[in-house]
């Protein structure tokens, strides 16, 4: 195997020195601001050095729409070659190291082989997802009309042995969790007797979950349309969290930003979650419409930072069953995927450290004496900080790039990649959905 191009540490840290004297006077003159308000800067990098998020193996080709994709050059072809990407963004960003894979787009040949090329990368394998949304070559049964929750129990037998499947080869590759998100659903009024699907979803459910080792947690996946456009058997957070209820202690409720109604409050339906001990984590990304899995906190940055506003509110009370596993799920249709995936992981330390410096004694104050305008103005004190130089020194001490977008563009790392990887002629890039 020919040598394969890496960004090396040397090239970061030379990069890294082009923009050191200023991100020092920056971080200093931050520093001298937030302490006026009681906050300590070395507090803040240290919480901003700690924030992990796992990056989609799938996020890390170019996406595409239902009406076309554009192929970007040098994309991976492989998950050998998608978890070279990920080791980049890693390198890099410093707070990705884990990948959540996908199943079958992702079945490695050798697992052990597979392990090994992650850990040498400094990369460990997060949430696995199964696939019962797609037709694959040579499966005996369609999910044409449903998989779990399929009228025929061979169908959804099939779908359930899939899962299964995917839990055994994540317990061979050091996972801890497993989601679950099905696009069954009706296109059409009358199609689908709503009870009876979600009665035969739980069913097959509680066949995976029997599986289930006593270590790993069960992810449940909502979304309220798509593929589906008239009723989604698991359509939003409610119907999710009765199944979680059902289902046991492993089971949790996991929130994909796009997948909510246009408007629903978010943040509130993360602090139910919360609340009743149900909240699996995140598909991190961001939407104008739909499920459009653009960029994390590229249209509603302060929606993201309100979600955080709750889960740091938890993180300080130190909840019970408050452990929540944070994923990217976007796709990539104009951008370069490893710069997407950097801005995004940089947008959510960014949102998690602003929520760090919510002065929390004096919103509680505000909550109580019903001071709405004061209550705001706590948060907007925080969410209009301008946290970079806490994020970027937290990148430089842990080893990363000061300007993760500017050095992965000095190294030329995609045109090194466009040589290594030509396209295969006529092929479309597995696992692009
Ligand atoms: C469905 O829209 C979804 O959010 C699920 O997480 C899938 O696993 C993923 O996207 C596939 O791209
Ligand atoms: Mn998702």
Not at 167 to 180: D, M
Request: proline fraction near 5%.
């Amino acid at each position: 195997m020919t040598t394969q191009f890496e960004i090396s540490d040397d090239f970061i840290a030379h990069e890294n020195d082009k923009g050191k004297a200023w991100l020092e006077e920056d971080y200093d003159e931050l520093g001298k601001r937030l302490r006026r308000r009681g906050l300590f800067i070395e507090d803040l990098t240290q919480k901003a050095q700690s924030f992990r998020v796992a990056v989609p193996s799938w996020g890390v080709g170019t996406g595409g729409t239902r009406f076309a994709r554009f192929p970007g050059q040098g994309e991976p072809r492989n998950i050998h070659e998608k978890l070279e990407d990920c080791g980049t963004i890693f390198k890099l960003v410093r707070t990705t190291p884990g990948v959540s894979l996908h199943i079958p787009w992702d079945k490695p040949e050798d697992h052990a082989e597979l392990r090994q090329f992650a850990n040498d990368r400094g990369l460990h394998f997060d949430a696995m997802n199964s696939n019962t949304f797609q037709d694959q070559s040579g499966q005996p049964l369609s999910y044409k009309f449903g998989s779990l929750t399929h009228t025929d129990p061979a169908v959804r037998q099939q779908a359930v042995e899939h899962n299964l499947e995917c839990i055994a080869l994540g317990q061979q590759l050091g996972s801890k969790a497993h989601t679950v998100w099905i696009g069954d659903g009706g296109n059409f009024p009358g199609q689908q007797n709503f009870r009876q699907a979600l009665k035969r979803y739980l069913e097959s459910m509680q066949e995976i979950y029997a599986g289930l080792p006593d270590d790993w947690r069960l992810f449940i996946e909502h979304k309220f349309y798509e593929p589906a456009f008239y009723s989604t058997v698991i359509n939003d957070w409610g119907v999710s969290y009765h199944c979680a209820r059902e289902l046991g202690p492993k089971a949790f409720c996991l929130v994909d930003l796009g997948h909510h109604a246009p408007n629903v409050n978010i943040e509130m339906v993360v602090a139910r979650l919360i609340q009743f001990g149900k909240l699996a984590g995140f598909h991190f990304n961001d939407s104008k419409y739909g499920d459009d899995d653009l960029d994390a906190g590229s249209i509603k940055p302060f929606q993201l930072f309100l979600i955080f506003n709750e889960l740091v509110d938890a993180e300080l009370e130190k909840l019970d069953n408050f452990d929540p596993a944070y994923m990217l799920d976007q796709s990539h249709n104009v951008t370069d995927p490893i710069e997407s995936l950097m801005s995004s992981a940089n947008e959510l330390v960014r949102a998690y450290v602003q929520a760090h410096l919510v002065n929390r004694e004096a919103l509680t104050e505000s909550q109580e004496k019903n001071d709405p305008l004061m209550a705001l103005a706590c948060l907007k004190q925080a969410f209009t900080v301008d946290v970079s130089p806490i994020l970027g020194m937290a990148r430089q001490r842990e080893g990363g790039a000061i300007d993760p977008v500017a050095t992965y563009r000095a190294s030329n790392y995609r045109r090194h990649k466009a040589e290594e990887r030509p396209a295969k002629k006529g092929a479309a890039a597995s696992g692009i959905v």
